[in-house]
T-cell receptor
Framework: DAKTTQPNSMESNEEEPVHLPCNHSTISGTDYIHWYRQLPSQGPEYVIHGLTSNVNNRMASLAIAEDRKSSTLILHRATLRDAAVYYCILSRDDKIIFGKGTRLHILP | EPEVTQTPSHQVTQMGQEVILRCVPISNHLYFYWYRQILGQKVEFLVSFYNNEISEKSEIFDDQFSVERPDGSNFTLKIRSTKLEDSAMYFC??????????????FGPGTRLTVL
């Protein structure tokens, strides 16, 4: 499975936008970019995914670089409830390989 | 909104005992998974299950582990003879074939297994 690189942790102020980066320089043409998050003491939760084009849903936006070697998860207005570990995952089949992710801290 | 449920939320067992962890996937989903997370570590894939058989399993999923879909709603993970190192959170997930690439997986809240 192709590897992703994320910062270990990030901080953001409540009610401000958050940009979570992910590098995936070895991505192949059939790899989808998935983002999941894990809130404290909970199971992983799907956030968003995309292939080439930017994507928006009610939770977040996903900005994918033109060469697809990096992507950014955008939380438009962070709340305390968004404090979690965010995982950027490349997948071409149904198995999810989780990395260490980025631990996002939200400051009130 | 439909969700994956798991029981029990916490299971304590003695080393060498058998445990069965239960999951009720989302009703129209066709693919089922088990993952585990040892405290402070990454979430690890164990096994995927489709059409009443294992479609893929990891190195962790050795002969001590088995999965079953005994009826139309439950999906179980059995550990035959638990070891101390089996202590972890076990997450069940389910998905259904989608048009946009690999299926989104929906995870349950997990079962915390403690082996003494």
């Amino acid at each position: 499975d192709a590897k992703t690189t994320q910062p270990n942790s990030m901080e953001s102020n409540e009610e401000e936008p958050v940009h979570l980066p992910c590098n995936h320089s070895t991505i192949s043409g059939t790899d989808y970019i998935h983002w999941y998050r894990q809130l404290p003491s909970q199971g992983p939760e799907y956030v968003i995914h995309g292939l080439t084009s930017n994507v928006n849903n009610r939770m977040a936006s996903l900005a994918i670089a033109e060469d697809r070697k990096s992507s950014t998860l955008i939380l438009h207005r962070a709340t305390l409830r968004d404090a979690a570990v965010y995982y950027c995952i490349l997948s071409r089949d149904d198995k999810i390989i989780f990395g260490k992710g980025t631990r996002l801290h939200i400051l009130p | 909104e439909p969700e994956v449920t798991q029981t029990p939320s916490h299971q304590v067992t003695q080393m060498g005992q058998e445990v069965i962890l239960r999951c009720v996937p989302i009703s129209n989903h066709l693919y089922f998974y088990w993952y585990r997370q040892i405290l402070g570590q990454k979430v690890e894939f164990l096994v995927s299950f489709y059409n009443n058989e294992i479609s893929e399993k990891s190195e962790i999923f050795d002969d001590q582990f088995s999965v079953e879909r005994p009826d139309g709603s439950n999906f179980t993970l059995k550990i035959r003879s638990t070891k101390l190192e089996d202590s972890a959170m076990y997450f069940c997930a389910s998905s259904t074939p989608g048009l946009a690439g690999p299926d989104t997986q929906y995870f349950g809240p997990g079962t915390r297994l403690t082996v003494l």
